[in-house]
């Protein structure tokens, strides 16, 4: 057995959904706290004064000024072959892929450059705080070899899958349905529940799969049921009348994954902003979830995603940053983007809803509660500490600020990975900021 080690500062972390807790019940926040792992778990949490009088005096305790250790972010949407094409200029959804990202995936047909940017790629992710994602890689199956191996290294629990793709793209990035069927069951052989590896099936949307490999997706799922769907839905317009071209037999676009056996407990759909109401319903019967990702909805101007309506229909969201249509791999960052589209639509985000979407929110709509996303005795010690003077501008108006709910607030309307000091992996310290 290893030896504990603690962790003291202020420490907050979500205990539910204030939507459905209320605010008071919906979080933990200990101004003076403690933290212990052991063996990569969470095995005491509480007030300083408590938790040390629990332990050996020789408990070997780290000791943090202006910090606040919470749960590790958690992204639902990313993609990491689109790391070094993000910020790329003036198009919307269906331009920006053909000029940007299919060129830019391409480049994956190389191992060696699969391997460096997924290196580069789990870095960054790590020096903004988050410790799990759910990444689409490219439509090689040796980007997600890459990806996982790179993850394995640094013990984050990760979930992935190579891209289905079998038409409407440059010859270059096309499977077939055979293949990408052959492919990915091999991937998921070999990865999923290898160590903190999971695998998620992955047709990139209905208009770059034929029904041919949509059936494929759905044959895997059926035939490993433990594994993600991850695809994109209705996140812009034109792409919205695409898919009815492309399948007037189905009732809609999410229908398209319906017939096909998509949707489920652990299907992510990511953007889905422009849905009918019966697909609003369709998603809360099947307990799928929907990834919002701020961020990139701005960025190509796709639109706003209806926070309150998933609510109402008790649809399962996350927060996703989508790069590279996203605009920046930081959690904090995506909290205050996420926040001005509520304003929009005259509604609050909440610093505790805020909270709770980026850590135990992401994990609830990963089906991953029960392992990550807050603090909790016996979960895997994921957990970042956060830097209250992380700036000069920040600093100045956290020592103005009168409670919690106002350092929350400033943390995710000015932070970035400035205010990320340490991010700790299973227990073990992966990213350290550099002074």
Partial sequence: MSQASAYRAAIVHSLGDPTQLGLEASYQYFPDGVLVVEDGHISDLGPAEEVLARWPANLEVVQYQHKLITAGFIDTHIHYPQTEMIASYGEQLLDWLNNYTFPEEAKFADPEHAQRVASFFLDELLANGTTTALVFGSVHKASIDAFFRESERRNTRMIAGKVMMDRHAPDNLLDTAGTSYEDSKALIERWHNQGRQLYAVTPRFAPTSTPEQLAMAGRLLAEYPDVYLQTHLSENRQEI??????????????????????????????????????????????????????????????????????????????????????????????????????????????????????????????????????LAIGKEADFVVLDLHGTPLIQKRIENAHNLFEQLFVLMILGDDRVVAETYVYGARQHQRSS
Avoid at 258 to 265: I, N, R, S
Avoid at 288 to 313: H, M, R
Wanted: aromatic share 8%.
């Fill in 241 to 374: 009348e695409w898919v009815k071209s492309l399948f007037p037999q189905r009732s809609g676009y999410l229908d398209v994954y319906d017939h096909f056996g998509l949707l489920g407990k652990r299907s992510v759909f990511a953007h889905a902003i422009h849905l009918e109401q019966s697909e609003w319903q369709r998603l809360g019967s099947t307990d799928s979830v929907l990834s919002s990702c701020p961020t990139s909805n701005l960025f190509l101007g796709s639109g706003l995603f209806d926070l309150n309506e998933a609510e109402l229909q008790q649809v399962r969201v996350g927060l996703g940053t989508d790069v590279g249509a996203g605009t920046s791999f930081s959690m904090l960052k995506t909290i205050a983007e996420a926040y001005k589209v509520q304003q929009l639509q005259q509604h609050k985000l909440h610093p505790l809803k805020a909270l709770y979407l980026a850590t135990l929110g992401g994990a609830q709509a990963l089906s991953l509660e029960g392992k990550i996303g807050n």
